[in-house]
Nanobody, 124 residues
Framework: QVQLVESGGGLVQAGASLRLSCAAS????????MGWFRQAPGKEREFVAT????????YYADSVKGRFTVSRDNAKNTVYLHMNSLKPEDTAVYYC?????????????????WGQGTQVTVSS
C-alpha cells in the first residue's frame, strides 16, 4: 500500500484560498486514482474530489465544483487540492486517499490507503 501525508491546512477567512498537498510514498504513485475527502465536526466523512492516474479526469462534489481544483504531479508523487473562495462550511479535516479503481467510483470503500488528515478552518 501507499503511505500518504497531507499538509497545507490552516485557519483562513472566508473568501481566501488554500492549497493542500498530499505526498505519497511506498508504492508506485502513478497507478493510483487519488481522492480528497473531508469530515466536518459532527458529520460523516464526505467525498470532495478525485483525479485519475494520469490527471486527465477529475470529479468533484457539487458543493465544491467551480471553487476547488484537484491536480497531481506524478514526478513528485504528490496530489494537490487548490481551494478558492473558501466558505465557513468548508471547515473540516481534509483527507487524501488512494484507490485502484476508476475515479468515478467515489465511495470511501474504494480507497484502501488514507492519510492522517489536515485541518482547514474558515472563519466568517
Amino acid at each position: 500500500q501507499v503511505q500518504l501525508v497531507e499538509s497545507g491546512g490552516g485557519l483562513v477567512q472566508a473568501g481566501a484560498s488554500l492549497r493542500l498537498s498530499c505526498a505519497a510514498s511506498g508504492h508506485t504513485f502513478s497507478i493510483y486514482t487519488m481522492g480528497w475527502f473531508r469530515q466536518a465536526p459532527g458529520k460523516e466523512r464526505e467525498f470532495v474530489a478525485t483525479i485519475s492516474w494520469s490527471g486527465a479526469n477529475t470529479y468533484y462534489a457539487d458543493s465544491v465544483k467551480g471553487r476547488f481544483t484537484v491536480s497531481r504531479d506524478n514526478a513528485k508523487n504528490t496530489v494537490y487540492l487548490h481551494m478558492n473562495s473558501l466558505k465557513p462550511e468548508d471547515t473540516a479535516v481534509y483527507y487524501c486517499a488512494a484507490s485502484r479503481t476508476f475515479p468515478t467510483m467515489t465511495s470511501e470503500s474504494n480507497f484502501g490507503s488514507w492519510g492522517q488528515g489536515t485541518q482547514v478552518t474558515v472563519s466568517s
